[in-house]
């Protein structure tokens, strides 16, 4: 039996170990970072969290190619569109990622067959992936050169490239 704080660590790890879930929320802090910051979304972020989890027992395993290919979306806008991101759309954009990042890690538990400090350690995580790269792209996008945009724009073009390499190898037969 684990204790409370191995789960919340299994769960914090969880989340590095799936490409599936890390990339999106990393796109998404780039997105974020562009359209004003964590704290404007902060709301539809936490909605993201909540719906993510309670779809999980519901969601089938085909929801990590969804939550990928939503990643590839939101990555590839940033490299493209950089500051010219309206910022309306962070909030529809963070719910959905949210919500298929952590449905497509969580996909098939049922409520009562994960520990909760497992859940909490996930949320703290996909908390952490997405408020970390929002606030370094804040943070370069506030400094006055004109290379600070395009560095995180180059960083979201790598991070497409990432993404679309996941999925090529995950639909390849086996």
């Known amino acids: 039996m ?6 919340l660590t299994s769960g914090a790890l969880a989340l590095g170990v799936y490409p599936e879930t890390l990339l999106p929320l990393l796109a998404l802090g780039l997105w974020l970072g562009f359209c004003g910051g964590v704290r404007r979304s902060s709301l539809a972020i936490l909605a993201g969290l909540g719906a993510g989890v309670l779809l999980a027992p519901f969601a089938p395993e085909a929801l990590a190619m969804l939550s990928l290919m939503c990643g590839t979306l ?3 806008a ?3 569109a950089g500051p010219r991101l309206p910022g309306p759309s962070a909030q529809p954009v963070a719910a959905l ?3 298929f990042a952590l449905a497509s890690l969580l996909h098939g538990q049922g409520f009562d067959s994960l520990p909760v400090g497992f859940v909490a350690g996930v949320m703290g995580a996909a908390l952490l992936a997405v408020v970390a790269p ?3 792209a804040g943070w370069l996008l506030r400094r006055g050169a004109a290379w600070r945009p395009l560095s995180v724009r180059i960083a979201a073009s790598w991070l497409t490239a ?5 999925i090529a190898f995950s639909l390849r037969p086996v």
């Open 2 to 7: 684990e204790t409370p704080v191995q789960a």
């Open 74 to 76: 939101v990555a590839a």
């Open 78 to 80: 940033v490299a493209l």
């Open 97 to 99: 990622t949210i919500t």
């Open 134 to 136: 929002s606030a370094l």
């Open 162 to 166: 990432i993404l679309v390499l996941v």
